[in-house]
């Protein structure tokens, strides 16, 4: 990746000394070599990275995070990636780095709004980025594809065919942008709704109904929605509706008695948005400013991310029904940064920002960050974004073998763009070659490690059931 401090001379190397880099990279790491997983003698223990990681988290939120992560052996994968990223540091790697996502599973990837109002499709989770090597997304991702197809309960082919295609179309994918001028691969974006056209003849009937909904369902999954769905009229006025522990509003985080506390707390937010203002471009700045701050909520958010702080704003416009929400989410330090080392950013909520500008096509116009000393006398950063913009995630658990097929495809040409905007396209292109061995190497690897998921899945459940964290299972 190049440098971005001012003080350092740039190298532009030639196309041909770009694809010398990555034919030397074989060298050092054969790509048959990535096929290669078996766990360490001195791993580190899954229970102990995950609890290490929760020392920080509200522990009033910590056993729904165990709720999650424990359903299936899939849920476990989406929560874990600080398990992954250990055993991935453990391992030689190629040395061609990108602007890794750090979390590049399956369910990382869906829709969302663009600035012109248009669904695209991409990576749409960023609070793991960091610098890093581009195997190591390619294998979360492969690996998050057996995992899945097991639970749907596929057949060997089918499981084979869905992680082959993802790795398959990266490869093919980053071979087309080691081609194309610069300008054109940051131009290059999927159009859900085109996609859509191209592909619905490969689904079943339902499928296609199931994303008809789905689409119309994500187009207005907006500020309104949110509106409706999480706000009610409290003396006159629109506050945020608590439905804990998912939403709890400001006003409830406190009981009657410590009405100080909640008045400090509210002060304390309503001054983070104030200074997460200076972060936006001015225009931006302007439009934020058009908007007055009205009430604050805690919201629960995601799987591994259950835990840390996380706060929505709901701020109102020209008049009562014009509203904008703010998500305020703390952004820790990547599980990327103990074994690719830090981002270059001081501000976590900032390496988020940037490393989701670097990585999507286009990105939420309000993204912004923040470090702030909390009201307990910590120091934590956030970064910024709209709540609800057209928010689109597709229905694993439903899909055919043939959808998921196609969806690998797609998530493997857009993780192949975001590392071509960040990386080196040509030198990871010559690496990979034309052939099918960093393929079928890939293959391997995911299933040996959808298996390691499923150890590390048992032990986990086994520890959290011996020390009385684990969730009691709901009918």
Same mark, same amino acid.
């Given at each position: 990746?190049?440098?971005?401090?001012?003080?350092?001379? $740039?190298?532009?190397?030639?196309?041909?000394?770009?694809?010398?880099? *990555?034919?030397?990279?074989?060298?050092? %790491?054969?790509?048959?070599?990535?096929?290669?997983?078996?766990?360490?003698?001195?791993?580190?223990?899954?229970?102990?990275?995950?609890? !290490?990681? =929760?020392?920080?988290?509200?522990?009033? $939120?910590?056993?729904?995070?165990?709720?999650?992560?424990?359903?299936?052996?899939?849920?476990?994968?989406? *929560?874990?990636?600080?398990?992954?990223?250990?055993?991935?540091?453990?391992?030689?790697?190629?040395?061609?780095?990108?602007?890794?996502?750090?979390?590049?599973?399956?369910?990382?990837?869906?829709?969302?709004?663009?600035?012109?109002?248009?669904?695209?499709?991409?990576?749409?989770?960023?609070?793991?980025?960091?610098?890093?090597?581009?195997?190591?997304?390619?294998?979360?991702?492969?690996?998050?594809?057996?995992?899945?197809?097991?639970?749907?309960?596929?057949?060997?082919?089918?499981?084979?065919?869905?992680?082959?295609?993802?790795?398959?179309?990266?490869?093919?994918?980053?071979?087309?942008? &080691? *081609?194309?001028?610069?300008?054109?691969?940051?131009?290059?974006?999927?159009?859900?709704?085109?996609?859509?056209?191209?592909?619905?003849?490969?689904?079943?009937?339902?499928? %296609?109904?199931?994303?008809?909904?789905?689409?119309?369902?994500?187009?207005?999954?907006?500020?309104?929605?949110?509106?409706?769905?999480?706000? =009610?009229?409290?003396?006159? !006025?629109?506050? /945020?509706?608590?439905?804990?522990?998912?939403?709890?509003?400001?006003?409830?985080?406190?009981?009657?008695?410590?009405?100080?506390?909640?008045?400090?707390?509210?002060?304390?937010?309503?001054?983070?948005?104030?200074?997460?203002?200076?972060?936006?471009?001015?225009?931006?700045?302007? $439009?934020?400013?058009?908007?007055?701050?009205?009430?604050?909520?805690?919201?629960?958010?995601?799987?591994?991310?259950?835990?840390?702080?996380?706060?929505?704003?709901?701020?109102?416009?020209?008049?009562?029904?014009?509203?904008?929400?703010?998500?305020?989410?703390?952004?820790?330090?990547? %599980?990327?940064?103990?074994?690719?080392?830090?981002?270059?950013?001081?501000?976590?909520?900032?390496?988020?920002?940037?490393?989701?500008?670097? $990585?999507?096509?286009?990105?939420?116009?309000?993204?912004?960050? /923040?470090?702030?000393?909390?009201?307990?006398?910590?120091?934590?950063?956030?970064?910024?974004?709209?709540?609800?913009?057209?928010?689109?995630?597709?229905?694993?658990?439903?899909?055919?073998?043939?959808?998921?097929? /196609?969806?690998?495809?797609?998530?493997?040409?857009?993780?192949?763009?975001?590392?071509?905007?960040?990386?080196?396209? /040509? &030198?990871?292109?010559?690496?990979?070659?034309?052939?099918?061995?960093?393929?079928?190497?890939?293959?391997?690897?995911?299933?040996?490690?959808?298996?390691?998921?499923?150890?590390?899945?048992?032990?986990?459940?086994?520890?959290?059931?011996?020390?009385?964290?684990?969730?009691?299972?709901?009918?």
């Amino acid at each position: 990746m190049s440098s971005t401090h001012a003080n350092t001379p $740039l190298v532009h190397l030639d196309p041909d000394q770009r694809a010398a880099i *990555g034919r030397a990279a074989r060298a050092t %790491v054969r790509r048959s070599s990535h096929a290669e997983w078996a766990a360490p003698a001195q791993r580190r223990d899954p229970h102990g990275l995950l609890a !290490e990681q =929760e020392q920080s988290r509200v522990d009033e $939120l910590v056993p729904l995070r165990h709720e999650r992560m424990l359903v299936s052996p899939f849920t476990f994968y989406r *929560g874990a990636a600080v398990i992954m990223a250990a055993d991935l540091g453990s391992q030689p790697d190629s040395g061609l780095r990108v602007q890794a996502c750090g979390d590049a599973h399956l369910s990382n990837f869906g829709g969302f709004a663009s600035p012109e109002r248009a669904l695209q499709f991409d990576i749409n989770d960023f609070d793991e980025t960091n610098p890093g090597p581009f195997e190591w997304d390619v294998k979360r991702l492969a690996t998050s594809f057996e995992i899945a197809a097991r639970s749907l309960g596929f057949t060997d082919k089918q499981k084979r065919a869905a992680v082959t295609n993802s790795v398959r179309a990266y490869r093919e994918a980053m071979a087309g942008f &080691a *081609g194309m001028t610069n300008l054109d691969v940051w131009y290059a974006h999927l159009d859900v709704e085109k996609l859509f056209s191209e592909y619905r003849s490969q689904a079943t009937p339902d499928e %296609v109904k199931r994303f008809e909904k789905n689409l119309s369902k994500a187009q207005s999954k907006d500020n309104m929605k949110a509106f409706a769905k999480l706000t =009610e009229v409290v003396d006159g !006025e629109h506050r /945020i509706r608590s439905d804990p522990p998912l939403v709890t509003s400001l006003r409830d985080l406190f009981d009657a008695t410590d009405a100080d506390a909640a008045e400090d707390l509210r002060t304390w937010l309503a001054d983070r948005v104030r200074v997460y203002r200076r972060s936006l471009q001015p225009d931006r700045r302007h $439009l934020l400013e058009s908007y007055r701050l009205v009430d604050f909520g805690r919201k629960v958010v995601g799987v591994g991310s259950v835990g840390t702080r996380c706060w929505i704003a709901l701020m109102l416009g020209r008049d009562d029904v014009d509203p904008l929400f703010l998500q305020i989410k703390e952004a820790e330090a990547s %599980v990327l940064e103990p074994y690719a080392g830090r981002s270059g950013f001081a501000n976590h909520g900032q390496r988020v920002v940037e490393g989701q500008r670097m $990585l999507q096509t286009t990105s939420d116009i309000m993204l912004g960050w /923040i470090r702030t000393e909390g009201v307990d006398g910590v120091e934590r950063d956030y970064y910024v974004r709209q709540l609800w913009d057209w928010k689109f995630s597709a229905d694993i658990d439903s899909m055919s073998a043939a959808t998921l097929d /196609i969806y690998a495809k797609l998530c493997g040409w857009t993780l192949a763009r975001g590392h071509a905007r960040s990386g080196d396209r /040509i &030198a990871i292109a010559a690496y990979l070659g034309s052939g099918e061995a960093f393929d079928k190497a890939i293959g391997e690897f995911a299933v040996t490690y959808a298996d390691q998921n499923e150890r590390d899945y048992a032990a986990v459940t086994k520890a959290l059931k011996d020390t009385g964290d684990a969730p009691a299972v709901r009918s």
